[in-house]
């Protein structure tokens, strides 16, 4: 098989010749070629791509999934509020070889101001960027397109996602600043519903733009689901204020023919029988804190399970460590078929090279399935 046939035959819960290697890949690109967060995010594209590929080779060319250089364009292009975006946060680069952008999270956004968004919309909330930038990931949406078709249809690997949404709620947790949206939850329920009633017809259409605009052999829908999970909100709040708006995702997503890939950062556990409730479609729980093992019981005979080798582990512990993890990964989750060996949500940029290759060489020792 290749790595695309081997990709999607676990996603359709069946076994593969061997379990699917596909950690999530974003700035350790950088790390590993060898270039700073600066030239990786800043520079020019063609070099972002370049370090992809020399990652992809430094392995062994044994990687199942890649993943566009994503960091650049939440950066400077993502007009529709989402957890990131250049549009309403500043960023922070480093300039350093084993580091990643980041954010900085400054509440924008007052409940007072629902009013006026209903009014005017989103864009009275973004900030000044030069027009040079935008222009520039504009021009880079066509070199994603060169990115698909050599990754997808010359080398057959899949590729992460072109595609993203994010649940109304939240969303407004990184424009209202986690202490404000966690008091607005409580005290002003209605307030918070109906705001998302109103964002989630721009966020769906934000998507199926994303969408037609896309050539991707894999089909794979984004879904960020990382503060409203059990870690941040109670059951009650994600029934009324996360679950009614995810359904509509997965119902366009399912429409289109396209897979949901559920990005779990958190913790999840507590909320699985919820996801038993989702219409019948194709799925992968991308999980990182949650109980995989107990995801694997649960939802296993429906869902695609995918993880889950955490950052902490990635970065401080030993080889041996790792591989041993993997291999009851493995033995556990990859029982019958239905599961992708991954990182929990992506690859610590600063990982050690070979424990990255310890992921990779327990999944090509263990993940062989029987003939």
């Given at each position: 098989?290749?790595?695309?046939?081997?990709?999607?035959?676990?996603?359709?819960?069946?076994?593969?010749?061997?379990?699917?290697?596909?950690?999530?890949?974003?700035?350790?690109?950088?790390?590993?070629?060898?270039?700073?967060?600066?030239?990786?995010?800043?520079?020019?594209?063609?070099?972002?791509?370049?370090?992809?590929?020399?990652?992809?080779?430094?392995?062994?060319?044994?990687?199942?999934?890649?993943?566009?250089?994503?960091?650049?364009?939440?950066?400077?292009?993502?007009?529709?509020?989402?957890?990131?975006?250049?549009?309403?946060?500043?960023?922070?680069?480093?300039?350093?070889?084993?580091?990643?952008?980041?954010?900085?999270?400054?509440?924008?956004?007052?409940?007072?101001?629902?009013?006026?968004?209903?009014?005017?919309?989103?864009?009275?909330?973004?900030?000044?960027?030069?027009?040079?930038?935008?222009?520039?990931?504009?021009?880079?949406?066509?070199?994603?397109?060169?990115?698909?078709?050599?990754?997808?249809?010359?080398?057959?690997?899949?590729?992460?996602?072109?595609?993203?949404?994010i649940t109304p709620l939240e969303t407004l947790s990184y424009l209202c600043g986690i202490q404000k949206w966690s008091r607005y939850i409580h005290k002003y329920p209605e307030k918070m519903k109906e705001m998302c009633d109103f964002m989630i017809k721009g966020l769906l259409a934000n998507d199926l733009f994303l969408k037609k605009i896309a050539r991707s052999r894999s089909k794979h829908s984004y879904v960020c689901l990382e503060r409203v999970s059990a870690s941040f909100i109670s059951p009650k709040i994600f029934e009324e204020l996360v679950f009614p708006y995810l359904k509509q995702i997965v119902t366009m997503n399912n429409r289109l023919g396209y897979i949901n890939l559920f990005h779990m950062d958190t913790d999840w556990t507590p909320f699985f029988e919820y996801f038993l409730e989702l219409p019948k479609g194709r799925y992968i729980l991308h999980l990182e804190n949650s109980d995989i093992f107990k995801a694997k019981e649960m939802l296993g005979d429906r869902f695609c399970i995918m993880g889950n080798v955490n950052s902490t582990l990635q970065k401080l512990g030993t080889p041996k460590q790792i591989e041993d993890y993997c291999k009851r990964l493995i033995e556990v989750c990859g029982e019958g078929g239905g599961f992708i060996l991954s990182s929990g949500c992506e690859i610590a940029s600063d990982a050690p090279f070979e424990n990255v290759q310890a992921i990779i060489n327990a999944g090509k020792k263990y993940g062989v399935y029987r003939k």
């Open positions: 098989m290749n790595s695309m046939e081997r990709f999607h035959t676990a996603v359709i819960l069946k076994e593969p010749d061997r379990v699917p290697i596909a950690p999530l890949m974003d700035y350790y690109y950088a790390n590993c070629a060898g270039i700073t967060a600066k030239e990786y995010v800043l520079g020019d594209f063609k070099t972002a791509m370049d370090a992809v590929k020399k990652t992809y080779w430094r392995h062994g060319g044994d990687l199942d999934m890649v993943h566009i250089p994503i960091g650049r364009v939440y950066a400077f292009f993502e007009p529709i509020p989402a957890a990131h975006s250049g549009f309403y946060s500043p960023l922070k680069v480093p300039n350093s070889i084993g580091g990643s952008l980041q954010f900085i999270e400054e509440p924008i956004l007052d409940i007072s101001e629902f009013d006026l968004i209903y009014e005017e919309g989103f864009s009275r909330l973004w900030r000044p960027l030069p027009l040079e930038k935008v222009r520039k990931t504009q021009i880079e949406f066509l070199q994603i397109l060169d990115f698909v078709e050599y990754w997808e249809n010359k080398m057959n690997v899949p590729l992460y996602t072109l595609t993203a949404n």
